[in-house]
């Protein structure tokens, strides 16, 4: 268990909280491909999942693509993009893009399937546009499920990022390829542990987003939301919905 | 892919590797899962708490959970055990929740049923809740299946081989045909997984037509169709 205190002793060194290579630095490029990547991946998967969600056109297409699209070793693509585009933020950002979409899109078009077709009904009748059905009715009451979908796509790039520092690119992943490359061990194992800790705080960040989310689409459930908010998924909710 | 033909001896053989690295902890994930799933399904106060253990579990990234395996069980810093463990464990994460889901769907009136004719709680177990989760079982170890075979390339990056080492050696070397192989042989080796587990899933539920039908065509079908997406929602990382 030497290798543990070691870590412990990686971790408590003060040389390693300052300065271009320091802790909070890599943390903050780590969040910084991460928040990069969110954006663009939402900026391709938002609008598809609310049309997809809205209309019910191509799901049948959405689910394949995505499916397929996950099957992708983002190792694989990350390489290969990187040999393309060569050393710089495109490739990793792009490669983790692909890894992002999939579970946007499913969160997005779940979310928007997921409002009782009566309460859609109800909204059209009362002469809303189908915009307004959208933004009033159909988002505020999927937005637990669109929540869960940016969670999903969150922890997988965090976690993912740190494979990206392969490709020369900063952030966590930079202890465990620069201590690979050295044999530090405890470097390795400690920026490890960075990582872990970085991507249990951001998924307790979202699990209390999608508690609130929960909380304003079903006010009246108050008082189950609080014990179910360790559970992100209310799965049978998207899977059921012919 | 003439590069693939004369070095298919070594692409064989990394893809045998990949295969056994992703089955195994697919099998163990499988076992634990279904009796954890089947316990959470009966007791719905641990439900959250198990649940909760697996999805905190998922969030572990996978390059760090191989980096800090060898020193919390002990193993060699390149030996595939730390792949397998890890894997096993993600796979068990996932699939317990699911297993859950699966148990909690069947119908009290046909447990109550199978009770009333005389099924002792164990013959009940396998010989009713088993059959009727099945399907539901069935779609979390497809979902568990594409994501296993993905994550095993990243073993790569700690020296595991596998299909992955083409992905660092092909970078390393600066030859994108090697990369290329080991993207398709590893959405391959998912496609015919997947293959296998919706054939063992006919043989083993022949009743099951209903949902076999409501899955849709072959493209529809992969990775799980619907079940992928609740899957979606659930925190992790590939």
């Known amino acids: ?242 | 892919m003439e590069w693939a033909w004369r070095n298919r001896d070594q692409v064989l053989e990394l893809f045998w590797q990949h295969t056994w690295l992703s089955v195994v902890p697919l099998v163990i994930g499988f076992l634990l899962a279904v009796p954890i799933g089947w316990y959470a399904s009966r007791h719905p106060r641990l439900r959250g708490t198990l649940l909760g253990v697996g999805s905190v579990l998922y969030t572990i990234p996978s390059l760090a959970l191989f980096v800090t395996l060898p020193g919390i069980i002990g193993t060699g810093f390149l030996d595939p055990l730390n792949v397998v463990v890890a894997l096993s464990v993600y796979a068990v994460a996932i699939m317990v929740r699911t297993a859950a889901d699966a148990f909690t769907s069947v119908s009290p009136a046909v447990l109550d049923s199978a009770t009333a004719t005389g099924y002792s709680s164990r013959q009940r177990g396998f010989g009713v809740e088993l059959p009727l989760a099945g399907p539901v079982l069935l779609a979390g170890v497809r979902v568990v299946s594409v994501s296993t075979v993905s994550l095993v390339s990243v073993g790569a990056l700690i020296g595991v081989s596998s299909l992955g080492s083409l992905f660092t050696n092909g970078y390393r070397r600066d030859f994108l045909t090697e990369i290329v192989v080991g993207l398709v042989g590893i959405v391959v080796l998912a496609l015919v997984l997947d293959a296998l587990l919706v054939l063992a899933g006919r043989l083993l539920m022949p009743w099951d037509r209903q949902s076999r039908r409501a899955q849709g065509p072959f493209w529809r079908r992969f990775a799980g169709g619907r079940v992928a997406e609740s899957a979606v929602t659930l925190g992790g990382e590939a």
């Open chain 1, 1 to 242: 268990m030497s290798v543990v205190s070691d870590a412990v002793d990686w971790l408590s060194d003060g040389a390693h909280w300052t300065g271009q290579t320091g802790i909070p630095n890599r943390v903050l490029e780590h969040l910084g491909y991460t928040s990069l990547t969110l954006v663009v991946a939402a900026a391709v998967a938002v609008p598809l999942g609310l049309y997809i969600g809205h209309t019910g056109r191509f799901r049948g297409l959405a689910i394949g693509v995505t499916g397929a699209l996950r099957a992708l070793p983002t190792l694989g693509v990350l390489t290969l993009l990187t040999l393309l585009l060569g050393i710089g933020l495109g490739a990793p950002i792009l490669a983790l893009t692909v890894l992002a979409v999939p579970p946007l899109l499913a969160g997005v078009y779940a979310g928007v399937e997921s409002v009782d077709p009566q309460t859609v009904d109800a909204a059209r009748a009362q002469g809303m546009t189908e915009w307004q059905v959208l933004t009033r009715v159909e988002v505020p009451l999927g937005l637990p499920l669109v929540v869960g979908g940016f969670r999903a796509a969150t922890l997988q790039v965090v976690a993912t990022a740190t494979v990206a520092a392969y490709v020369s690119l900063g952030g966590l992943g930079r202890y465990i390829f620069d201590g690979q490359a050295v044999r530090d061990y405890p470097q390795m194992v400690g920026g490890s542990v960075v990582v872990v800790v970085l991507a249990l705080l951001l998924d307790g960040l979202f699990a209390v987003a999608q508690a609130a989310a929960e909380r304003r689409a079903r006010p009246s459930r108050r008082a189950t939301t609080a014990s179910s908010s360790t559970d992100p998924t209310p799965t049978s909710q998207s899977t059921t919905t012919p």
